[in-house]
């Protein structure tokens, strides 16, 4: 029996390389079992050699309520992370805080040290609007702006400048289109509106109004969860070719997906980072039990 082998016997894990079902005597674990994670150290490797972004010590408040516990991660250039765990575990309040979005709720407050190329984004003389446009998000549910598919792409270029002519500006609606995988399927209704387009379609305008700016990191909420399988299917195609030129960082509820397009995975459960490791790794032989338990759907 190879170490890989023994490994996955000793978790309790299929020789398959998928994590077993939990056996039916076994009741399903209540989350709140497991309320009190404030001992819990980060099992894994949370930091990398070449980080374009990194975490050190992140906590985050809701006025009293923290929602991050003492976080430190690193985000590896040209990869993609994802970040998994129960609803309301804090992975989207901690992705939020990548690009300072959480600032514009009043009652939040960041703590710790949130860098991008080894600067803190947080430091008072940090441009918000500048940052924003290195590290972009796209969201949950796709939100076009009220404008033209050709207006939606060329907001951002022309708000920072990036484009001193028409062609110029032709040019970077096309090219962001191209690199989202749209423009063929729009390349002869620029001008009409882009709330007219189907849902999948909308979601990679939206990819393509946040690389119209050129940015370094993208970080996506939960960008399939309001689509069909195929839309899906090909925003994760899209995931695929974009970490060729960008660092990404999505998180998402889809176990299947997390592990179909990241190189890491970061497991998070009320509000603490528990385990972080090698995507195949995370889903084959978790090494915390409260991973395993998640995985294997005894919870979440």
């Given at each position: 029996m190879n170490a890989f082998a023994a490994e996955a016997a000793k978790k309790g894990l299929s020789g398959s390389g998928a994590a077993t079902k939990p056996s039916k005597e076994k009741e399903p674990l209540d989350i709140r079992d497991h309320g009190?994670?404030?001992?819990?150290?980060?099992?894994?490797?949370?930091?990398?050699?070449?980080?374009?972004?990194?975490?050190?010590?992140?906590?985050?408040?809701?006025a009293e309520k923290q929602a991050i516990i003492d976080v430190s991660l690193d985000i590896g250039r040209n990869e993609v992370l994802a970040m998994i765990g129960p609803s309301g575990c804090g992975k989207s309040t901690f992705l939020r805080s990548l690009n300072r979005m959480n600032d514009i709720i009043p009652i939040c407050k960041v703590?710790?040290?949130?860098?991008?190329?080894?600067?803190?984004?947080?430091?008072?003389?940090?441009?918000?609007?500048?940052?924003?446009?290195?590290?972009?998000?796209?969201?949950?549910?796709?939100?076009?702006?009220p404008k033209s598919i050709y207006e939606n792409v060329a907001y951002g270029p022309r708000i920072h400048g990036l484009a001193h002519s028409k062609a110029e500006m032709d040019e970077i609606v096309v090219n962001s289109l191209r690199r989202a995988g749209l423009f063929d399927e729009v390349k002869d209704q620029l001008d009409k509106p882009g709330t007219g387009l189907s849902g999948g379609q909308q979601q990679r305008l939206c990819i393509a109004r946040a690389i119209?700016?050129?940015?370094?990191?993208?970080?996506?909420?939960?960008?399939?969860?309001?689509?069909?399988?195929?839309?899906?299917?090909?925003?994760?195609?899209?995931?695929?070719?974009?970490?060729?030129?960008?660092?990404?960082?999505?998180?998402?509820?889809?176990?299947?997906?997390?592990?179909?397009?990241s190189q890491r995975t970061a497991y998070f459960h009320l509000g603490?980072?528990?385990?972080?490791?090698?995507?195949?790794?995370?889903?084959t032989i978790p090494r915390h039990q409260l991973t395993e338990n998640y995985i294997t759907g005894r919870f979440g």
């Open positions: 009190d994670v404030s001992g819990y150290e980060t099992i894994g490797v949370p930091f990398v050699d070449d980080a374009k972004m990194s975490a050190r010590n992140v906590n985050v408040f809701y703590k710790g040290q949130i860098t991008l190329d080894g600067v803190d984004i947080y430091e008072s003389d940090q441009d918000t609007v500048l940052l924003r446009a290195r590290v972009g998000m796209v969201f949950q549910k796709p939100n076009p702006f119209a700016v050129s940015p370094e990191v993208i970080l996506m909420d939960e960008p399939c969860s309001a689509l069909d399988p195929i839309a899906s299917a090909r925003i994760e195609e899209l995931i695929d070719e974009l970490k060729e030129n960008y660092t990404i960082a999505i998180v998402t509820h889809s176990m299947q997906q997390a592990a179909r397009v603490k980072l528990i385990e972080v490791g090698d995507t195949k790794d995370i889903f």
